[in-house]
């Protein structure tokens, strides 16, 4: 099982619209996923028709809680979801002292059936988003290409870095930054996403997400991207960047069947 947390203090950057589309994608080719809502919002649940406050599923805030018992909700054959609810705020200004909860808890066996656990995590720089780091293999860094978002994408990085400087036992693997909402048709585009290069080389993931209807629309059908339009761009930008991002974690002996190269 390896685990990657999205992160980003940016709000509305595309976090929990990468950690949906994402998971389904993988999930429908065969790869058991699992989502951890690390973000009080509950956004997750919403984007999935899944009830958050079911009382006999596994909730994140179970999880920060130490507790492990109950079911955890599957949603589907290979996807399955630990939501969170505004319940979790109470542990936001907890710090992390030594390990983290979490990381503890995903290396217990209910969770090693998984083969990626997928972290979604609020826009703050909070002890949440740390414990989302701290319990992760890899995380990585979506960004709309606008104006302060390479200041927001330093920001994001440093945090991360000292995150996990000051825990002895991780060493989570920066996956890069990936672009979201692009339109290429804006003229600050092509300078943006040279300086992004410029900084980032080859941690700037070569997939990108354009901004579309698809992605935005699909929600209120209670869609993700791969179900909503079948032969839409959304949707082969969402599986290529699913696969590249595989490649990355080095778990590309899990092929992705439906190649749009
Ligand atoms: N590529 C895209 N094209 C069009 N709309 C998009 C795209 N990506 C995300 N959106 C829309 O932008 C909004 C914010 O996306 P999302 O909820 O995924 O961001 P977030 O980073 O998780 O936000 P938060 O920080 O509040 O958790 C949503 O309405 C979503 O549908
Ligand atoms: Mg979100």
Excluded: W
């Excluded at 619209?17 to 994402?22: E, G, P, R, S």
């Excluded at 989302?132 to 994001?156: H, M, R, W």
């Excluded at 920066?174 to 040279?194: A, C, H, M, P, W």
């Amino acid at each position: 099982m390896k685990s990657l947390a999205i992160l980003c203090q940016k709000g509305g950057v595309g976090k929990t619209t990468l950690v949906v589309n994402i998971a389904k994608i993988y999930s429908k080719n065969d790869i058991k996923t699992l989502i951890i809502d690390l973000d009080p919002q509950g956004n997750t649940s919403t984007y999935l028709d899944f009830d958050k406050n079911n009382k006999n599923i596994l909730t994140s805030q179970d999880l920060l809680l130490g507790k492990t018992q109950k079911e955890i909700g599957f949603l589907e054959e290979n996807l399955a979801i630990i939501p969170s609810n505004e319940t979790i705020l109470k542990f936001n200004n907890e710090k992390i002292v030594g390990g983290s909860i979490l990381q503890q808890k995903l290396k217990s066996f209910v969770f090693s059936n998984f083969d990626i656990v997928i972290i979604d995590t609020p826009p703050t720089m909070s002890s949440l988003v740390q414990e989302a780091i701290s319990a992760s293999d890899f995380y990585l860094i979506p960004t709309k290409p606008e104006f302060l978002a390479i200041e927001g994408v330093s920001q994001a990085m440093k945090f991360a870095k000292e995150t996990i400087s000051r825990q002895i036992s991780i060493s989570p693997i920066f996956l890069g930054v990936v672009l979201n909402q692009v339109d290429i048709t804006r003229s600050s585009y092509i300078d943006f996403e040279k300086e992004l290069e410029y900084l980032l080389a080859d941690k700037l993931i070569n997939s990108k997400i354009s901004n579309s209807a698809e992605v935005a629309d699909s929600p209120f059908y209670l869609k993700t991207v791969d179900e909503f339009d079948e032969h839409s761009k959304s949707k082969k930008e969402f599986y290529k960047l699913a696969k590249e991002l595989l490649e990355r974690m080095a778990l590309n002996e899990k092929i992705i069947e439906q190649s749009y190269n």
